[in-house]
């Protein structure tokens, strides 16, 4: 259940991230954007090769465990790599750039607790370090527009959370 989504999921890392730096083009280092865009890249190549490996082999009760794992890994490293992009991709002088940064990042959060959903532990995986991580220069601005946004990434997380739970059941 945890793999039906990557299909959807790498794609639209692949598309937002490649639209996320285009629109940052004028305002971020090149080498910058580059940099992060390939780590994306790979964390969604390799999410698709898994996948595909997923689904050409049956799956046991004996196997589960490495295949969650797996799911849960991909999950946490493709969230991690997204909040260092909140703060790789962070333009200091451009509020319109750390909007679109911010906006991103609770969409692909909001994403990433639809498409993981199945495991709350691969919601929890993605989401933390993406909040945490892009929180981190809009606490350091200090003023109390940043902070406030700052602070609503982590309301986010609670969101996140309860949505997963919801997708769950009972």
């Given at each position: 259940?945890?793999?039906?989504?990557?299909?959807?999921?790498?794609?639209?890392?692949?598309?937002?991230?490649?639209?996320?730096?285009?629109?940052?083009?004028?305002?971020?280092?090149?080498?910058?954007?580059?940099?992060?865009?390939?780590?994306?890249?790979?964390?969604?190549?390799?999410?698709?090769?898994?996948?595909?490996?997923?689904?050409?082999?049956?799956?046991?009760?004996?196997?589960?465990?490495?295949?969650?794992?797996?799911?849960?890994?991909?999950?946490?490293?493709?969230?991690?790599?997204?909040?260092?992009?909140?703060?790789?991709?962070?333009?200091?002088?451009?509020?319109?750039s750390?909007?679109?940064l911010?906006?991103?990042?609770?969409?692909?959060?909001?994403?990433?607790?639809y498409?993981?959903?199945?495991?709350?532990?691969?919601?929890?995986?993605?989401?933390?370090?993406?909040?945490?991580?892009?929180?981190?220069?809009?606490?350091?601005e200090?003023?109390?527009?940043?902070?406030?946004?700052?602070?609503?990434?982590?309301?986010f997380?609670?969101?996140?959370?309860?949505?997963?739970?919801?997708?769950?059941?009972?």
């Open positions: 259940v945890q793999y039906r989504n990557i299909p959807t999921a790498v794609t639209v890392n692949a598309v937002i991230s490649a639209l996320l730096c285009l629109a940052l083009w004028d305002t971020v280092p090149a080498e910058r954007l580059f940099g992060w865009l390939a780590a994306i890249y790979v964390i969604a190549v390799t999410r698709y090769l898994f996948w595909r490996r997923f689904t050409a082999r049956a799956v046991t009760p004996a196997t589960t465990p490495f295949w969650q794992r797996m799911a849960l890994f991909g999950s946490g490293i493709n969230g991690f790599v997204w909040g260092l992009g909140g703060i790789i991709l962070y333009a200091p002088h451009s509020p319109e750390q909007f679109l911010l906006i991103t990042q609770f969409g692909m959060g909001a994403g990433a607790a498409c993981s959903a199945p495991s709350f532990a691969a919601v929890i995986a993605y989401i933390l370090p993406s909040v945490v991580l892009t929180s981190i220069p809009f606490f350091l200090g003023d109390s527009v940043h902070v406030t946004l700052g602070s609503m990434l982590f309301v997380v609670a969101a996140g959370g309860i949505i997963a739970t919801a997708q769950l059941g009972p």
